[in-house]
């Protein structure tokens, strides 16, 4: 399972003089099991147990981990945390951690899993998931205007709900675009990624030393979108549309990149907001290099630095 971590504020562990604890041997822990034993700093759960309780860990005060056996089928530990076995809902976050990694699959919290943890703390965790479960929305539940699938091909849904088709040739281009590489089943962020994949595999880099002028985001896009063939700019702009027909906020980005053959050059590529967080899409970087440049940070873009000059809103 993929996962992209958020990382949560880490602390030092204060020591504390208390025990270890092992639930095996039951099919259910509540909060009978550990009986608010105060002394608790772990524990581990053995692949029997089946049915854990809201209250299961009241009072534990200084618990700092929970581990899981690798064979149990309903839930799973990750960063000493406990989760249920798809890691998309927070069971527990024991109440002496003072900092873990919320893996980016988790999108809920059940109720009393942030009981004891420090006020501080307990809003940063909520966050974290709160973000990434607007991120993983459902293609129904995406807000605001995007493309959605419909028995009668890609559709455009307006802000107010009103589903209506395609209405100008950039949207009916990256609009095919979404039709051909997704599903209506798949989450948004999945969407993105077929989109991206499918634009650098498909299109030819041609290459061109002109430097765009003016307002040439969308003629560039329409150009590469239509033809299948396009230099950076092209792939950068075309991506920005497909972006942004997804529900996403994109804009394209034109300045400098480390040239292969020495010094820099210039290169234009396409920042999306995920969960919050600008990112750094470079479609026709995967289409030279085969991979690496999808979702990435301008600290972790393989051949950085990248220098941002300008940088452009899409909409339709």
């Known amino acids: ?33 550990f009986k608010n034993d ?18 299961a860990f009241r009072n534990l005060k200084n618990l700092r981990s929970i581990t899981v056996s690798d064979d149990n089928p309903f ?8 989760y249920d076995k798809n890691l998309t809902e927070l069971i527990c976050f024991p109440a002496a951690l003072q900092g873990a990694v919320i893996p980016s699959t988790v999108v809920s919290i059940s109720m009393n899993a942030l009981k ?16 990434q479960a607007s991120g993983n929305l459902s293609e129904a539940d995406i807000p605001g205007e995007h493309f959605i699938h419909s028995g009668n091909g890609v559709k455009w849904k307006n802000a107010d709900g009103k589903v209506i088709s395609p209405y100008n040739n950039i949207m009916n281009l ?15 962020p999945e969407q993105l990624e077929a989109a991206f994949n499918y634009l650098a595999s498909s299109t030819t880099y041609a290459r061109s030393y002109d430097t765009p002028q003016g307002e040439w985001v ?45 010094g820099r050059t210039a290169h234009a590529w396409t920042e999306v907001k995920v969960s919050g967080k600008w990112y750094v899409f470079d479609a026709e970087m995967q289409n030279a290099k085969g991979s690496g440049y999808y979702k990435q940070t301008y600290e972790s873009y393989p051949a950085g630095p990248l220098e941002k000059e300008k940088e452009y809103a899409v909409s339709f």
């Open 174 to 188: 990256a609009g095919y675009v979404v039709a051909i590489s997704s599903t209506g089943q798949m989450t948004q």
């Open 1 to 33: 399972m993929k996962r992209i971590p958020a990382l949560i504020l880490m602390l030092f562990l204060l020591g504390i003089n208390t025990i270890p604890c092992k639930a095996s041997g039951n099919t259910t822990i509540d909060v009978n099991t």
């Open 116 to 131: 004891g943890v420090p006020k501080d703390l307990k809003e940063q965790v909520k966050t974290v998931i709160e973000i």
């Open 38 to 55: 105060y002394r608790i700093t772990t524990i581990n759960i053995g692949a029997d147990v089946d049915n854990i309780t809201e209250n």
């Open 75 to 82: 839930y799973r530990s990750y960063s000493g945390c406990l």
């Open 218 to 262: 969308k003629e560039y896009a329409q150009n590469t979108l239509s033809t299948g063939s396009g230099n950076c700019y092209g792939f950068a702009s075309s991506f920005a549309y497909i972006a942004k027909g997804l529900g996403y906020d994109s804009k394209v980005c034109t300045g400098t990149v480390r040239s292969s053959l020495g």
